[in-house]
């Protein structure tokens, strides 16, 4: 009777958890919408969107609707669903990895997919068959059958997958620069350049449609193989003993991995750090259980993508900092933390 009043507690505080994510998200991106060189205030921004959603008529300044609606709010969606699919994307990694450092920009994933849509934006390699975001797709898989073939190679430990990682994101970055100091004009060079270090400039509701479908199909994959991916905490030999098709998997989540990681890099550029820190801050929450790590790891990628954009647009008066800039600032202290701690119990 402990045990079940204990697993009782513990799903109680996890509903709670979650109740607090939903809010906490609603209140960011609300935040998110109403801040900016014209202020908005939250009231306004509830009767645009319900004026759009659901066909009231509360009279409003054409101005504001045209900011929130065409503008800030589905740039603060974006963000949530960017956050969201790179942080998962980091917790799938490290758990079929097992390498707590293990995530799409460290193993190279997001430096592939930016060769692949930068070929695609500027080259025209694919241009009307693949598209942006299937460039974008191609270039991930690539990169990480790469680092893949490196890292089975060089003996296939963790380590050395991490390694390869780092070798396969110089490669790939070098190749993107290649493209484009040898082919764009200089505003496409400018404009590249700025895409590359993570910008939701440009975003707009078309980008809505895409990225949020995404984000969805690839968390319901992920939650379909939690018992599998809890399995994989104890190395894939013990995952096959305990029934888990360790292959199908694995093929399974990389794929989900790849795809998200594509369909972000494609609209708003290659963001490090996500997939890295936040998996790490939600298992400190909520504990290694992937049943309530990857919906903690979701929300919270989601409100920390949100929350980096606020501070890209308000940390310098009259200019937007690459978000990317940003998550970096706040991620490579935490990088330097967990690799102290990774040390320490190593």
Same mark, same amino acid.
């Given at each position: *009777?402990?045990?079940?009043g204990?697993?009782?507690r513990?799903?109680w505080?996890?509903?709670?958890?979650t109740?607090?994510a939903i809010?906490a998200?609603?209140?960011?991106v609300?935040?998110a919408?109403?801040i900016?060189?014209?202020?908005?205030p939250?009231?306004?921004?509830?009767k645009v969107?319900?004026?759009?959603?659901?066909?009231?008529?509360?009279?409003?300044s054409r101005?504001?609707q045209?900011?929130v609606? +065409?503008y800030?709010?589905?740039?603060?969606l974006?963000a949530?669903?960017?956050?969201? /699919?790179?942080a998962?994307s980091?917790?799938?990694l490290q758990?079929l990895?097992?390498?707590?450092?293990?995530?799409p920009y460290?193993?190279g994933?997001?430096?592939?997919?930016?060769?692949?849509?930068?070929?695609?934006?500027?080259?025209?390699l694919?241009y009307g068959v693949?598209?942006?975001?299937?460039?974008a @797709?191609?270039?991930?898989?690539?990169a @990480?059958?790469?680092?893949?073939m490196?890292?089975t190679?060089a003996?296939?430990?963790?380590e050395?997958i991490?390694?390869c990682? #780092?070798a396969g994101?110089?490669?790939f970055n070098?190749?993107?620069?290649?493209i484009?100091?040898? /082919?764009?004009?200089?505003?496409?060079a400018?404009?590249?350049l700025?895409?590359?270090l993570?910008?939701l400039?440009?975003?707009?509701?078309? +980008?809505?449609y895409?990225?949020v479908p995404?984000t969805i199909?690839g968390?319901?994959?992920c939650?379909?193989?939690?018992?599998a991916l809890?399995a994989?905490a104890f190395?894939s030999?013990?995952a096959a003993?305990?029934?888990?098709?360790v292959?199908?998997?694995?093929?399974t989540l990389?794929g #989900?991995?790849a795809?998200?990681t594509?369909g972000?890099? /494609? *609209?708003v550029g290659?963001?490090?750090?996500?997939g890295l820190?936040?998996p790490?801050?939600a298992?400190f929450l909520?504990?290694?259980?992937?049943?309530?790590?990857l919906?903690?790891t979701a @929300?919270?990628?989601?409100i920390?993508m #949100?929350g980096? +954009?606020?501070?890209?647009?308000?940390?310098?008066?009259q200019q #937007?900092?690459?978000?990317?800039?940003?998550?970096?600032l706040f991620?490579?202290?935490a990088?330097a933390?967990?690799l102290?701690?990774?040390?320490?119990s190593a």
């Amino acid at each position: *009777m402990s045990d079940i009043g204990s697993a009782q507690r513990r799903w109680w505080a996890f509903g709670a958890l979650t109740v607090a994510a939903i809010l906490a998200l609603g209140f960011v991106v609300s935040f998110a919408v109403s801040i900016g060189e014209i202020a908005i205030p939250v009231d306004t921004t509830a009767k645009v969107v319900s004026n759009r959603l659901f066909g009231t008529t509360f009279e409003l300044s054409r101005i504001h609707q045209g900011i929130v609606w +065409d503008y800030r709010l589905s740039r603060a969606l974006v963000a949530a669903s960017t956050g969201a /699919s790179l942080a998962l994307s980091g917790a799938i990694l490290q758990a079929l990895l097992r390498n707590p450092l293990a995530e799409p920009y460290v193993l190279g994933i997001s430096a592939g997919a930016s060769t692949g849509a930068v070929s695609v934006m500027i080259l025209g390699l694919g241009y009307g068959v693949l598209g942006l975001s299937g460039g974008a @797709f191609v270039g991930a898989v690539i990169a @990480f059958l790469l680092v893949g073939m490196l890292a089975t190679g060089a003996g296939g430990t963790s380590e050395r997958i991490i390694l390869c990682g #780092v070798a396969g994101s110089q490669l790939f970055n070098a190749l993107t620069s290649y493209i484009v100091t040898t /082919s764009a004009n200089a505003e496409q060079a400018r404009g590249v350049l700025f895409w590359l270090l993570g910008s939701l400039s440009g975003v707009r509701w078309p +980008d809505v449609y895409l990225s949020v479908p995404i984000t969805i199909i690839g968390f319901v994959l992920c939650l379909a193989h939690v018992r599998a991916l809890d399995a994989f905490a104890f190395g894939s030999d013990a995952a096959a003993a305990l029934g888990v098709a360790v292959r199908r998997v694995q093929f399974t989540l990389l794929g #989900v991995t790849a795809a998200m990681t594509a369909g972000v890099v /494609s *609209m708003v550029g290659s963001i490090g750090f996500v997939g890295l820190v936040i998996p790490h801050a939600a298992r400190f929450l909520v504990g290694p259980s992937h049943g309530r790590l990857l919906p903690a790891t979701a @929300f919270g990628g989601a409100i920390f993508m #949100v929350g980096a +954009d606020i501070v890209s647009r308000i940390i310098i008066p009259q200019q #937007v900092l690459p978000i990317g800039v940003v998550t970096a600032l706040f991620g490579a202290p935490a990088f330097a933390v967990i690799l102290y701690r990774v040390r320490r119990s190593a």
